[in-house]
């Protein structure tokens, strides 16, 4: 994984606004991280579907739950696996998309090939490189003729074997593509030690080593050292066997590889006990075993169980050595019973699949009008979602650009995260002179309806300043409140609708702060310590017991931050069972324990924790949180 491109991605997400291009950069995070942080692979996918859905982006859509299958697929949860990647197959194939059914059908192979439905797995890999032949992919070819090789080394067929990995070599070698060349003179290698053919098994494994340790690819040289580890055991080369466990597990350890360590461990566990090394085999195995567990790797339980079986009966200690003899076949009936499990379960969605087309078909036949009734309401659907899409740009239009921030906060952040395509929520700013004024605000309501107040109020705001000639945040904020309320009074309904906002003008010369709020408070942190300034308890609008709004004054310093925000953040429920309120004094303990961290730093920090915490949940509000340091 390309660390700098995984930065600049973090950066190119945090800061859009929610559109297709979020979407498309969301998942290309994903699946970048989907092998070195499987997890929040899995998070991210799972964001990208929301918001996917949310934009109605089909093929959005179906890309992160193609990367969502990929990752189970990584954590051998299969059935679940499979489900997401014929849910983004169906898309795939309602889109006409041909390149996403190629990319899942690859996914598929490889699931296919772990439960040994060789039958399958050969299906799904032709589906894949009739598609790339189409399109003269050469890379994707290569790929595709490595898993070949591979499926046809599980079936005995070393003549097809060899022929598809060389094939895929000399693809690799016309594009140039040496971490592909590397992989696939492992996999040649790997059929040479089926066929006990040691020596030419070694010279591709040399070389497949020699290749990736000059490209450094480190994630390939570590499975590679797993290959030439088995090859040494084999021809009785233990020492050296012993060597290249040891620096392949050092490898996975730097590259955070749970599932590399266990594979390895179980092999040193091996040498070990063929040098009759017995309480070194038996610590290398048990430790093989724990990390296996926590991660349920099962292809690492059983073969651990069976050499912990050998140990203890090489020891005398037969209780022990027969508990893990019965593990071992434990875990090997459950390893058959869930492969069984993940067949039935391809042939029932394969199944839903099919009858859910043919149904449509019948129905289409049968039903024209129906039809077109149906495609004259998505038809409407489009042009609603079309018309709120070009609502969202125009709000966009009247929000401060993020380059316009930073020229005056260099050290700063912006949350934004509408709960629907548009808010109430947003952010302004405006300069006069040597202040710059920005707020936090908070409109009724969220949607379309927010977003209408939120255009009336970002324009009494503007007449605040520019018409009346106004700078301190207290007499704007008084003035603002007049003019919504002039413009609503107008109306026979009797609108109530108003705003909440953080009102900042600051002087970068003087360093000095003045601030007003309507119903949210400020934050200011200086010397570690989290300083909250209250705001007015009362609304830009029709309010019975209206006062006019307090001005606060500060002299900041170096190194002091300050957090502006509406209340989305800590209103928002989420965590373990989706049904604990974040909370603002959760949100403090937040900000106050990312103080170590740069302020762009502290908003991706934010973003992905609001992220993680709703998703099992509904966001309930608009989010907005802002932050810079002087």
């Avoid at 598929?108 to 050969?122: N, P, T, V």
């Avoid at 046809?152 to 094939?167: F, G, Q, V």
């Amino acid at each position: 994984m390309n660390g700098l491109k995984t930065s600049e991605l973090e950066t190119k997400i945090f800061s859009l606004s929610n559109s297709l291009e979020k979407i498309d950069a969301i998942n290309q995070l994903a699946f970048e991280i989907r092998n070195s942080d499987t997890p929040r692979s899995i998070s991210l996918s799972k964001q990208s579907q929301e918001l996917s859905i949310l934009l109605n982006y089909p093929n959005g859509n179906a890309t992160s739950l193609a990367n969502e299958g990929f990752c189970y697929v990584q954590i051998t949860d299969y059935e679940l696996a499979l489900e997401k990647l014929f849910a983004a197959l169906n898309i795939f194939e309602e889109q006409k998309n041909a390149l996403g059914r190629a990319k899942v059908h690859y996914n598929l192979c490889l699931i296919y090939s772990r439960i040994s439905d060789i039958d399958s797995a050969l299906d799904s890999i032709n589906k894949t490189i009739a598609y790339y032949k189409k399109e003269n992919n050469d890379f994707e070819l290569a790929r595709c003729y490595f898993q070949l090789g591979h499926l046809y080394r599980l079936l005995n067929d070393s003549a097809s074997a060899i022929d598809c990995h060389n094939y895929s070599i000399e693809l690799n070698i016309r594009i140039k593509n040496s971490a592909g060349e590397a992989a696939s003179l492992m996999g040649l290698g790997l059929v040479y030690l089926k066929l006990t053919e040691y020596k030419k098994c070694n010279e591709s494994l040399v070389k497949c080593l020699s290749i990736q340790e000059k490209i450094k690819d480190w994630r390939g040289y570590a499975a590679s050292l797993n290959a030439y580890m088995t090859l040494c055991m084999a021809t009785g080369k233990f020492e050296e066997a012993e060597k290249s466990a040891i620096k392949g597990i050092e490898l996975e350890t730097e590259l955070g590889d749970k599932m590399g360590i266990s594979r390895l461990m179980v092999g040193l566990g091996k040498i070990y006990f063929e040098q009759k090394k017995i309480n070194l085999a038996e610590e290398k195995t048990l430790e093989a075993l724990s990390i296996a567990v926590k991660i349920n790797l099962r292809i690492a339980i059983a073969p651990s169980h069976l050499l912990l079986s050998e140990i203890y009966q090489y020891k005398g200690d037969f209780e022990k050595a027969l508990k893990h003899h019965q593990l071992f076949f434990k875990v090997n009936e459950e390893m058959v019973n869930t492969d069984a499990a993940v067949k039935a379960k391809s042939f029932q969605l394969i199944s839903k699949i099919e009858n859910a087309h043919k149904e449509a078909e019948i129905n289409r036949l049968k039903n024209v009008e129906l039809k077109n009734a149906f495609e004259e309401i998505q038809e409407k659907n489009k042009e609603i979602t079309a018309s709120i899409t070009y609502a969202l740009r125009i709000q966009t239009a009247i929000l401060p650009p993020q380059k316009i921030v930073e020229n005056y906060f260099e050290n700063s952040f912006i949350i934004y995260k509408p709960k629907d395509i548009v808010a109430g929520d947003f952010y302004w700013m405006e300069t006069v002179n040597d202040i710059v004024l920005f707020a936090a605000c908070d409109c009724t309501g969220h949607g379309v309806p927010g977003a209408m107040v939120s255009v009336v109020c970002h324009n009494a705001l503007n007449r605040a300043v520019r018409e009346f000639g106004l700078i301190e945040p207290a007499k704007i904020l008084d003035k603002t409140a007049e003019i919504i309320i002039e413009n609503f009074s107008k109306s026979k309904e009797g609108i109530n609708d108003g705003m909440d906002i953080s009102l900042c003008a600051y002087n970068p010369k003087t360093k000095i702060l003045q601030w007003a709020g309507a119903n949210n408070p400020l934050w200011l942190i200086q010397n570690d310590e989290l300083i909250e300034i209250k705001a007015n308890k009362q609304p830009i609008g029709m309010y019975d017991n209206y006062k006019l709004f307090t001005n606060h004054q500060y002299k900041l310093k170096t190194g002091d931050s300050l957090y502006l925000f509406t209340d989305g953040f800590a209103d928002q429920f989420g965590g373990e069972n989706g049904k604990k309120k974040l909370t603002k004094k959760r949100f403090k303990d937040l900000i106050l324990s990312i103080q170590d961290k740069s302020l762009h730093q502290q908003g991706i920090y934010l973003e992905n924790f609001i992220n993680e915490y709703k998703i099992k949940v509904e966001q309930i509000d608009d989010i907005l949180v802002i932050g810079f340091k002087v």
